[in-house]
Structures are given as C-alpha cells and as structure tokens.
C-alpha cells in the first residue's frame, strides 16, 4: 500500500515487525508484536507469514517468532569477513614477534586454524597448517577461542580466567618445546582467536603485548 509521499507503508510495517523480533531473542508471540509495533493483530500475523515464507523470520513449536536464517545472512553480507580482515595483521604480527601467527576458529567441537602467517626468518620455527585441529580445552588458541564467545556452564574452567584477563600462554601444552600466546575475538559470528607459537620461551613476554595489539586491531574492524 503506498503512501502519499510514495513510500510503501506495508513495507515500513514489515521492517518494523523485523527489527521488533532482532530485540527479542527468545522470540515474541503474535499478540506480542502486535502490541510493540502498534499494528492490528491480523495485519501483523499477515505480514509474519510474509516474512516466514521468505526465511526472515521463523516460527518455533510454541509460537514464538524469532529472526529467520535470510536476516542473518543479510547481516553477514554487511559486515566484514573474519578472515579478510586477520590476514594482513596476522602477515603483520608474524614479522613483529618473529614467530608463526594464525587464525583460530571454533569448528566442529575444535580449534581449528582457518589462516597461518609465516614470519620471513629460515631459522628453526613451529608451523600450523591450514586446517590444523587441536582440542579446545587445551592449548592457547582453543581455550582463547572458547573465551571470545559468553560464559557457558560446561566450558572448561580455565576459559573464564582466559576471558578475564584477555589473553592466555601456554608451554608444550600441545607440543613439546612448543610455546604460543593467544587472545580471544569477541564480537564476531564465529568463537575465534588469534594465536601465535613459537620455539622461544622468551615468546611468552614479548608476544604477550602484541598479540593483545593484533586481537584488538581485527575486533576494531566490527566498528
């Protein structure tokens, strides 16, 4: 229905439903939306089954409707990709610490390294492939990984102190002669967190400070 100044009105009222739903998680009734957007509850239940037929919205077991996969994917579309944005600080932060720097991203119930950066030295040094899985209750990527997303109460025990102090070290806890530093991304889709190893045990320090720098550079992106 057009409006006198051209626009459409059963549009603005589509878009009104859809933002209303993307304030309510744990999803809104029928009644509900109706009464938060000031619309007659017939038009609104009509303008919910236009937006559930097109995958913006859904419609669970108990009649709450929620924010549909399209809305989501929209989202996606608009902001930055993760991995677009990590790859030139990682290819940064590898040559700063002298040591290998990654991506690490929470996949199937594992830390999984999803870009590496190599640092340009030919001397000895631990590398990640593309595509490495390790456990995510041990190891410095999984357990900053785990700490970029909310408290859950099954994580392991040592995330909490991860997600308090921001950044987590570990020594041989998954290879030996192996030390890494790792800091979680919070505010992305995805649990992700950018992890550096190397062969030194002096990494432990003078990593600490610029993997923090590096983890905050990529979180920057989101705003």
């Known amino acids: ?14 878009l009104a ?16 939306v109706a009464t938060a957007c000031g ?24 009649g709450r409707w929620r924010v549909g996969p399209t809305a989501a994917e929209l989202a996606d579309h608009a902001r930055p ?10 290819d940064a932060l590898a040559r700063d610490v ?13 830390a999984v390294t999803t870009y590496v950066a190599e640092p340009a030295t030919h001397g000895p040094r631990f590398s990640y ?9 041990r190891g410095a990527g999984g357990l900053a990984a785990l700490a970029s997303g909310p408290a859950r109460p099954d994580e392991p025990a040592r995330v909490a102190d991860v997600r308090a102090a921001g950044h987590v ?16 991304l919070p505010g992305w889709p995805v649990l992700a967190a950018v992890n550096v190893v190397g062969s030194r045990e002096e990494l432990l320090t003078e990593a ?16």
């Not at 229905?1 to 589509?14: C, I, V, Y």
């Not at 007659?40 to 913006?56: D, E, K, P, W, Y």
């Not at 002298?98 to 996949?107: N, P, Q």
């Open 39 to 62: 619309l007659h509850r017939s038009i609104t239940h009509r303008l919910l089954v236009s937006l559930q037929r097109t995958a913006f919205a859904v419609r669970d077991d108990a």
């Open 98 to 110: 002298d040591a290998t720097a990654s991506l690490v991203e929470v996949v199937g119930g594992a």
């Open 208 to 223: 600490l400070a610029p993997v923090r720098r590096a983890a905050q550079e990529i979180r920057a992106a989101l705003t």
């Open 169 to 184: 070290s570990t020594a041989a806890e998954l290879n030996p002669g192996a030390y890494a530093v790792a800091a979680p």
């Open 17 to 32: 439903v859809l933002v209303e739903l993307g304030r309510h998680p744990a999803g809104l009734t029928t009644s509900e």
């Open 129 to 137: 492939r593309l595509g490495n899985r390790d456990p995510l209750d």
């Open 81 to 90: 990709r993760l991995r677009d944005v990590a790859a030139p600080v990682l």
């Open 1 to 14: 229905m057009p409006d006198a100044e051209g626009g459409s009105q059963t549009l603005e009222r589509g």
